[in-house]
């Protein structure tokens, strides 16, 4: 967009505004709101806490989505008023308050359009991400930090909740690993854009020599199951073994056996976590990563059985990536699928500016299957 909007920039926008509007079928989801008051108003609403508390929840997403495009709608009114104004009266002021009224736009469109890919529910809800070292050994730890701190910023700068579930600090620097859930509106569908192996390219702080060094991590990311998808787990099929939660360089957090690990015998699959002070709000914690891994883990199954998969699983290592960060002997951060880049790393991995590679990437898979 040029630096003083223009009739045809806001005649895209007001296509892309109508476009939206098709996406997000807003007369049904008008008709939908009403149905939804009508029936949270009923007696006896809330005699199933459960199903209420569901209902209330799609209420207020489709309420959100029907007040962002009206908002988006306004700032296109004010847009055209105040360029078609500054044109009559010469005004440069009024010109530069129509694109910025643009910019605000194009951003809101951009979430619009987000919100009209996401077409499973667990697509708009919690997120649960774990980040693992892969090829690299202690650079490998460092590199989990790393990439723990940038989601940490990514979250903040969207309004996400994080809540860390296990985080244990590495032998000698970085992280052992890392998991962690993500509250907040699309957070799932946003974030699972980025699982997947992150390769990273420096010169290594461990090395006496300064040399060059090519580090791996593993991004998994799964969904917060809502209450009415059940998994079933046999109690007898775990193993619950507790002990004292640590902190960075191993120091005990506290003095009772706080921490939970949960070993689920029949898949092998082992979820740790300690960062809440009691026993049980750990045990709850792990709980529910263990249900969403099983989840995945069956609806991996059943793709299988349909020749669905979304595709093989990946070693941590070279070759597998999807995005790249190279530090040194230039800065670049490129994503491989869609071939999205920047040379400003820091905005990257101190400051979490995340959105132009995750929103790039859901916009490019909705064109490679409308293809």
Sequence with gaps: MSEEATTADL??????????????????????????????????????????????????????????????RSLLEDAQAALELGDEMDDDDLRGESQALAERLSSSLSE???????TDDLDHGDAIVTITPGQGGLEAQDWTEMLF????????????????????????????????????????GMLRADQG????????PTDAKKRRQTTFAGVEVLPV?????????????????????????????????SAVRITH??????????????????????????????YEQEKARREAELDELRGPKHEISFGNQIRNYVL??????????????TGNVSAVLDDGDLDQFIVGYHRWAVSQQAE
């Design 11 to 72: 005649g895209l926008l007001s296509a892309r505004l109508e476009e939206v509007e098709g996406y997000l079928h807003l007369d049904e989801t008008r008709e939908r709101i009403a149905r939804l008051e009508r029936e949270s108003a009923a007696p006896g609403f809330w005699d199933d806490a459960d199903a209420a508390r569901a209902v209330m929840e799609a209420l207020a997403r489709d309420r959100d989505d029907v007040a962002a495009f009206e908002a988006a």
């Design 112 to 118: 619009l359009e987000l919100s009209s890919w996401f």
């Design 149 to 188: 701190r940038m989601y940490l910023r990514y979250c903040e700068r969207r309004g996400w909740k994080v809540d860390v579930n296990d985080a244990p600090a590495g032998d000698v620097i970085g992280l052992d690993r890392a998991t962690f859930t993500v509250s907040g509106r699309n957070a799932y």
């Design 197 to 204: 192996v992150h390769r990273l390219v420096r010169i290594s």
């Design 225 to 257: 199951l809502p209450d009415d998808i059940e998994v079933e787990i046999d109690p007898s099929d775990l193993r619950i073994d507790v002990y004292h939660a640590s902190g960075p360089g191993g120091q005990g957090v506290n003095t009772t056996d």
């Design 265 to 294: 015998l029949p898949s092998g699959i082992v979820v740790t976590c300690q960062n809440e002070r009691s026993q049980i709000q750990n045990k709850a914690s792990a709980m529910q990563i263990l249900k969403a891994r099983l």
């Design 328 to 341: 040194y002997p230039f800065q670049l951060v490129k994503d491989t699928r869609t071939g999205i880049e």
